[in-house]
Each structure stands twice: as C-alpha cells, then as structure tokens.
C-alpha cells in the first residue's frame, strides 16, 4: 500500500457467486459448440458490474478448496452432510453440483487467470476462510460479496468490513454495514456466528438448539450480550429463561460446545502471498482470446473488459 492512500479490497465468495449465476442465467446461453456457458458469463457480467459500480483497489476470487472441512465434520458430523453425493458413482464426500455446472467451472478459473484476476483458497479451508483471512488482514475497506449469510459475522463498522449480498438472483445487492445488520437481525458482526449457532442452519447442517428460532435467539444475545454469557447464565437460577429455554439449552450443551468454532470462520488461514491489484488490462491476452473463441464469450468478457479498463 502506498503511503497515505487507502485501497479498498473486494472479496468473491466464488462457489457462491457462480451457483447464483448458474440459477440465474438461462441455460441456452451457450458456446459455439453448443456447451452451456451461463454460469461464466453470468459470473463475468457480475463481476464487471461490481467493478463498475464499487470500483475496487483489490481484487480477489475466494475459492473452497475444501467445501466440507474434515476439522468442521469432526466436531459436528452432520455439517453439510445433505449435500453429499450418495451415488457410489459420482465417489464418496463430493458435492452434489448440476451436472452442466461442473464443466463451467475450469473455465471460469481458466478466463480469472487469463484477465490477471487473483484466485486464492487453501488446502482443508473453505472460500469463508479465506475471506475472514484477508478481511482480518486488510488495512483498509473491505467489501465483501457473498450470498451465504454466515459471512455476515465479518461485518465490521471501524475496520470498514461490509457485505454486498445479492437478493433477487443477482439482479440486486444489498449493502450490510452494522446498522443494516442490527435492523435486520438484531445482532452486531460477531453476534450473528452465536445467532447462527442457537438458530441452526439446515442448509450447512447444524441443528441448532431445538425450539431456539432466529428471533429467540437474538433476544437472548441481546439480553446477555453473547453466546458464552448465555451458557454461563444457564448455572444461576434467577437468570431470566423460561424453564422450556433452560431446558433445552442445557440439554444443548454438547453442540453448544463445538458449534461456535464450526461456525466462525477462520482468520488466521495460511496463504501464498499474491498482489490482488485488480488488473486494468488482461494478464495473458493471447489465451483470454482464445477462450472467448471457444466459449463464445461474447459481451460478457467485452463488458468486463471495459470495466477493468476505468
């Protein structure tokens, strides 16, 4: 960073930003071959959009280098399990993804790689680790763009961490910032990890604490101001729960103890050291040619193209 001049870096949540782009796409948007490419350029309109509109220093496409951690699956063996193909075919522990998703995504890697864009994951962490890492780091504004809300526990007002999430496809983005998080949820950034974890997530396959919904929960978080004071108010008898909470939260206490590090995300993630400035023209502009002949990749790479170039 050069002195006295504040970058401001933008984090791709990738799986999450292509599955979107995927759903959102119509799959007749296809290469010259015939091959569906809706979930690349989909991506890559995104992309240039975001550019265009948020004008990020700093770039980088966060990737799961494992989607389900073995650390995570240790501590709660029922996380992510749903999504785990059964067919003996497709191999044990891989994730179910549409079978017209799965050939886009190496060349969505392929045209990243082509523009000069940073791709960054890490062997037995997820994307979300990789951004809570580089968010962590950061030493000035960080948007980070994801529609897995359990990136909402990085938002940080002092530290300039917010998060665009695209509602309605991805179409439009919602921009959370700590008042929005409060107004929508009732908790701050690291308040939502412990409202994730008594509400329970079915999609990532965590229980939660039976009867504990979202608005419950943040009535207790609010009340005793995190997670850890929760647990700890369960000894004293005046604590103000009703006997059905105390109940079940004390018959929750073996989840409530491993829950919060599956939750969290980690910081502290080990990551080769790439310079993420956002490239202003294509790192490798042979082979980008290349695939957009391949793929027919159309207006998508033009408009992004035009975006870099600002």
Not at 95 to 109: K, N, R, Y
Not at 115 to 124: D, E, K, M, P
Not at 179 to 186: F, I, S, T
Not at 205 to 224: H, N, S
Request: charged letters at 25%; a negative charge.
């Amino acid at each position: 960073m050069i002195r006295g001049v504040t970058r401001r870096l933008m984090l791709l949540d990738t799986a999450s930003l292509y599955f979107r782009a995927y759903h959102g796409v119509p799959e007749s948007v296809r290469a010259p071959d015939g091959t569906p490419v809706n979930a690349v350029r989909g991506l890559l309109d995104f992309i240039a959009r975001l550019v265009r509109d948020h004008r990020p220093d700093d770039l980088v496409a966060c990737l799961d280098e494992d989607w389900r951690p073995a650390w995570r699956v240790e501590l709660i063996p029922s996380y992510k399990a749903h999504r785990v193909a059964e067919e003996a075919a497709i191999g044990p522990d891989t994730e179910v993804v549409p079978d017209t998703l799965t050939p886009q995504v190496p060349v969505i890697e392929e045209v990243l790689d082509a523009l000069g864009i940073v791709r960054l994951g890490a062997t037995g962490y997820e994307a979300d680790d990789v951004i809570g890492t580089l968010a962590t780091r950061a030493t000035g504004p960080v948007d980070v763009v994801t529609g897995d809300r359990d990136l909402f526990q990085l938002i940080d007002d002092a530290r300039g961490v917010r998060v665009l999430y695209p509602v309605k496809g991805m179409a439009t983005l919602a921009t959370f910032d700590e008042a929005a998080l409060r107004e929508k949820y009732g908790v701050n950034g690291p308040g939502y990890a412990d409202l994730a974890v008594l509400r329970g997530d079915p999609s990532d396959g965590l229980p939660g604490v039976a009867g504990i919904g979202e608005k419950t929960a943040a009535r207790l978080l609010e009340r005793y101001g995190d997670l850890v004071t929760v647990i700890k108010a369960l000894d004293d008898p005046g604590a103000s729960f009703t006997p059905t909470q105390r109940k079940r939260l004390t018959e929750a206490l073996p989840y409530l103890a491993v829950a919060p590090r599956v939750v969290r995300v980690a910081t502290e993630v080990p990551l080769p050291a790439r310079a993420p400035a956002l490239p202003r023209a294509p790192r490798d502009p042979a082979t980008l040619d290349a695939l957009n002949e391949r793929w027919g990749l159309g207006g998508s790479l033009t408009r992004l193209l035009a975006a870099l170039d600002r």
